[in-house]
């Protein structure tokens, strides 16, 4: 088993998208998180071999961007889905009115 330690700038990225894309990496490498003043330091555990370590970081550091966008989204367009929700629900007839 091959152990690496990734940096993350907490400006950049956020604990919840790191959590996330470790997550999403979960069938091929199990981690370890700790913040750490600045910086989110993730402890890699990656089975195999070392020839393999590389390849598998660059797909978490594209993961972790990928989770960052789509954190951004969401919050971009919560206002609109919120909107969208409440305009679904409003022609159901499931007011407390009705009750």
Same mark, same amino acid.
């Not at 555990?45 to 961007?65: C, F, M, Q, T």
């Given at each position: 088993m091959t152990e690496r330690t990734v940096s993350f700038d907490r400006a950049a990225q956020s604990l919840d998208a790191v959590q996330r894309a470790v997550y999403r990496l979960s069938d $091929?490498?199990?981690? !370890?998180? &700790?913040? /750490?003043?600045? /910086?989110? @330091?993730? /402890?890699?555990?990656?089975?195999?071999? !070392?020839?393999?370590?590389? &390849?598998?970081? &660059?797909? *978490? $550091?594209?993961?972790? *961007?990928?989770?960052?966008?789509? @954190? $951004?989204i969401r919050t971009e367009t919560e206002d609109v889905r919120k909107l969208v929700l409440a305009m679904a629900f409003s022609k159901t007839g499931l007011t407390g009115d009705d009750v």
């Open positions: $091929r490498i199990s981690c !370890d998180i &700790a913040e /750490t003043g600045e /910086t989110i @330091e993730v /402890t890699v555990h990656i089975p195999g071999e !070392d020839k393999d370590s590389e &390849a598998v970081l &660059a797909d *978490l $550091r594209n993961e972790v *961007l990928d989770q960052v966008l789509r @954190e $951004r």
